[in-house]
């Protein structure tokens, strides 16, 4: 009796912990938030913003929004509020599961024998997985990393099949165990260089259980969160799961999702799956993502000239002279397929990086508006490395938006010359002219591309500094305050939420990003040095809670999941 009683006790006391653990913080439904500074753009001298039932209601200085001092303040001193920051062209799904395999990325290593290291350390530690997967072999930022031989892998990992996926993702590595098991000829060495093999090998790993997917997607949404993003826009519902709009779906709605969702499908998902009024809740669905070409570090990129004759080009990525990219196939059923969804209410993003391709996005979309005229779409131009001048001048004329992938720069800016001659490197990724030219410019990381790191984004756009030191054409930098404004309200026109969010404003959501110091007054080179102190969404600070508190359904399920 007394053991029951005692047993008794300890699941009380247990459990009132759990529940003082798991209790969410909540602000009160008005307030009033005063910081140092309240940055937005064009907001002239405010330090305060009154907050009621997640809308914004007025924003100025404190002693004026409230004379009497009857609301309750959440104050934040020696801190900036920005409006929340908005990731118009990530993936998370992707960047969930690349961040749980081994990284042996140029971010993280310098040298070739790091990397192999790194891969002989995660070969020797206990097996949780049956494959050896790692992500972020980069041939273009590491200098001395010439391609792995066969025997090296198989003396790294001899039975358990290890892949290596290259950081721009078209190219492979496997161990002979994993090409045996991929069904692959063990005839050509380590390399995995034709997509279809990459994919052989990728589809060959067997699928992590889908509430282990469910759990490290939920974990990437909060370091989106923490990284200071309130809003992520999804070009491409990729990664390996069964139905991966159903599931971001299903994180994106909840109520106590930290981000706003906005998401772009793919071509083959884009017939099956309808729009959503973008205006209801914290997730929609906006239209439709396209690939025109690939990657300027892979040969990918469609440009109008050659790429330069250099032994990073010809012996890294094995280029032929004379390589301009892919052939792009044939631009009337390219062209056909814009319109198709463009007559269907579908926005479109288009991934472009070379010129060619940029002239094949803007022709589509010319046709398109010309035979559906609907002045309410606004298509997107993604990447945009080698855009010109006149093709920005038609984008502003299309009224097409224009999204700069300037970390391109912070980790490659110093093999830009080699890759393209020094006057291509000089107008890559040219948000300055965009910005010159009147189009709506907006930032992007495309995680799991690069890190998540808007303050490293906005230091870059600002400053044009690659990794050796060196300024790639100052011409193209941005002011901060425009660099700030491409990553608040014009990623929120972007993504079709004008006048919704992006903007500290009366009317607009309670969406706030809390920067640890004033990035108007940070030298711009050490603007990556600012933190993020947190993120407010609809007037609540994001949900950041470990999951075992937040959610201990699914991480019991997650447990089972691992056990049987
Ligand atoms: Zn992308």
Do not use: C
Not at 110 to 116: D, F
Not at 212 to 223: G, S
Request: hydrophobic share 45%.
């Amino acid at each position: 009796m007394r053991l029951l009683k005692y047993f008794l006790g300890v699941v009380v006391v247990l459990s009132a912990i759990w529940v003082w653990a798991a209790r969410s913080d909540r602000y009160p439904d008005r307030y009033l938030l005063v910081a140092d500074h309240v940055w937005s753009p064009g907001l002239i001298d405010a330090d305060a913003v009154l907050v009621d039932n997640g809308e914004i209601v007025s924003v100025g200085r404190a002693a004026e929004l409230d004379t009497d001092g009857a609301v309750p303040r959440l104050e934040f001193p020696g801190k900036t509020v920005l409006p929340g920051l908005v990731e118009p062209h990530t993936h998370p799904i992707a960047s969930a599961l690349l961040g749980a395999v081994v990284d042996v990325s140029g971010f993280n290593h310098q040298s070739r024998a790091e990397v192999m290291q790194s891969l002989t350390e995660a070969a020797g530690e206990t097996a949780l997985t049956p494959w050896l997967v790692a992500f972020g072999w980069d041939p273009v930022k590491i200098a001395d990393i010439e391609p792995p031989t066969l025997a090296e892998l198989d003396a790294i990992s001899p039975d358990r099949p290890m892949l290596i996926l290259t950081q721009m993702l078209h190219e492979a590595y496997a161990n002979s165990a994993a090409q045996k098991a991929a069904g692959l000829p063990l005839s050509h060495g380590a390399v995995l260089r034709e997509l279809d093999e990459v994919n052989a090998a990728t589809s060959a790993i067997p699928p992590p259980a889908p509430e282990v997917v469910e759990m490290l997607l939920r974990q990437q949404y909060q370091a989106y969160a923490r990284a200071g993003f309130t809003t992520i826009g999804i070009t491409g519902a990729v990664g390996r799961h069964a139905d991966p709009v159903g599931l971001l779906r299903k994180v994106g709605q909840d109520s106590s999702a930290p981000l706003r969702t906005y998401l772009y499908l793919t071509d083959e998902q884009a017939g099956d799956v309808g729009l959503h009024d973008p205006a209801q809740d914290r997730f929609a669905i906006l239209g439709t993502k396209l690939w025109v070409d690939g990657s300027p570090f892979t040969g990918g990129a469609a440009i109008a000239m050659p790429y330069e004759d250099t032994h990073l080009v010809r012996e890294r990525l094995g280029l032929a002279h004379d390589h301009s990219g892919p052939d792009l196939g044939d631009p009337e059923s390219f062209a056909d397929k814009i319109v198709e969804l463009h007559a269907a209410g579908h926005q479109i993003a288009l991934h472009v990086q070379g010129e060619r391709a940029v002239d094949w996005g803007l022709n589509g979309f010319a046709r398109a508006q010309e035979l559906y005229p609907n002045p309410d779409l606004h298509h997107r131009l993604e990447h945009n490395a080698l855009i010109t001048q006149a093709q920005m001048t038609r984008a502003v004329d299309l009224s097409v938006s224009l999204g700069f992938f300037v970390d391109h720069i912070t980790y490659y800016g110093h093999r830009l010359p080699e890759l393209f001659g020094p006057d291509r490197a000089g107008r890559y990724m040219p948000a300055g002219a965009a910005q010159q030219a009147g189009a709506v410019v907006t930032l992007h990381g495309d995680h799991p591309a690069t890190p998540l790191g808007p303050l490293l984004t906005l230091k870059t756009a600002v400053t044009r500094l690659g990794p050796d030191g060196a300024v790639l054409s100052p011409e193209q930098a941005l002011s901060v305050e425009d660099a700030l404004t491409a990553m608040t309200r014009n990623a929120a026109i972007q993504l079709g939420q004008g006048g919704r969010f992006g903007e500290i404003a009366p009317g607009q959501r309670a969406d706030f990003t809390i920067f640890s110091g004033n990035p108007i007054e940070t030298p711009p080179d050490q603007l990556d040095q600012l933190g993020v102190d947190r993120t407010i969404i609809d007037g609540q600070p994001a949900d950041l809670r470990p999951l075992w508190l937040s959610r201990p359904g699914l991480m019991l399920r997650v447990a089972a999941s691992v056990v049987f």
